[in-house]
């Protein structure tokens, strides 16, 4: 069934798990993670970025094909269809008007006034029409997107006010995470987010899982992080197994069986996610 992640994520900041978000960029990948967590019994978050969107045709072919699958597919599961990085307060409301469930607004680029104005909008637009929101304090960009060589982290005074004058319901604070392949190690500020849990009461959200040592991940989950964000690690998977298929299978030429090589690999990424992050299924 098809709902915002409010529930989902509130529980499992209760019951301390996270919840995976697990970005789609074709019909084959939405129905792999379906199926899969169907299987695992299990709640899901379909993120959606607005490149990934306009790829598929628009955000209402993503709401349509997403509603048709898990009619196809029999879903019992929840699942939130949720806007990544939205860019704009234009772009989230056409998501929302799209039927998204969920959205995200990301103005961590700008001031921390613009930033929290911006939100506001997209909160009272959001709520009014019962759509999750979650934002961005910081800034959680490529390895070669930072100043002077660090990470833009997020400061806890600016988390508290963000928080209290957005009324949003998740907040993604930069924290060391970054998005796509790491090179190196990666360096949370595991201090600073479990102040930010204490000072926000909110459930957080690490962008840029893919890459981020499991033992990482679960003192993440310890510190207050209730969604988990993976793009890159089922994009590697998926790219392994189509490789593979045509590296030893010279006669295929059929893109059904070449997008399938990846089936496995991508579930087997999903099935590992949802056993380390203990995710729960709620009433």
Not at 55 to 83: C, E, Q, R, S
Request: with cysteine; glycine share 8%.
């Amino acid at each position: 069934m098809l709902e915002n992640m409010t529930k989902m994520l509130n529980h499992a900041k209760e019951n301390k798990y996270a919840v995976t978000q697990f970005n789609i960029n074709n019909l084959e990948w939405t129905r792999f993670i379906l199926e899969e967590c169907e299987k695992e019994h299990t709640p899901v978050i379909l993120g959606v970025s607005e490149g990934a969107a306009k790829y598929m045709g628009g955000y209402k072919t993503v709401v349509d094909m997403v509603k048709n699958l898990m009619n196809y597919l029999n879903t019992t599961i929840p699942v939130a269809i949720h806007l990544d990085h939205g860019s704009s307060y234009e772009s989230v409301v056409a998501a929302i008007d799209a039927g998204f469930t969920s959205v995200m607004i990301d103005k961590s680029r700008e001031d921390i006034d613009t930033n929290i104005d911006i939100t506001k909008k997209v909160v009272d637009y959001a709520h009014a029409r019962n759509v999750s929101v979650e934002g961005e304090i910081g800034h959680v960009g490529g390895q070669e997107d930072d100043i002077n060589g660090s990470i833009l982290y997020a400061e806890v005074s600016d988390c508290v006010r963000y928080c209290n004058e957005t009324n949003i319901d998740f907040l993604a604070p930069a924290l060391g995470s970054v998005h796509g392949p790491y090179k190196g190690d990666p360096v949370l500020a595991f201090d600073r987010m479990e102040e930010i849990k204490i000072a926000t009461n909110k459930p957080l959200v690490l962008h840029g899982g893919s890459g981020i040592y499991d033992e990482q991940i679960r003192k993440a989950i310890s510190c207050g992080i209730c969604k988990l964000n993976i793009n890159t690690e089922l994009q590697q998977a998926w790219t392994s197994g189509v490789r593979n298929k045509l590296n030893t299978d010279s006669e295929v030429y059929d893109p059904r069986k070449i997008i399938k090589a990846g089936e496995e690999d991508i579930k087997r990424v999903i099935k590992e996610k949802i056993t380390l992050l203990g995710t729960k299924m709620y009433d």
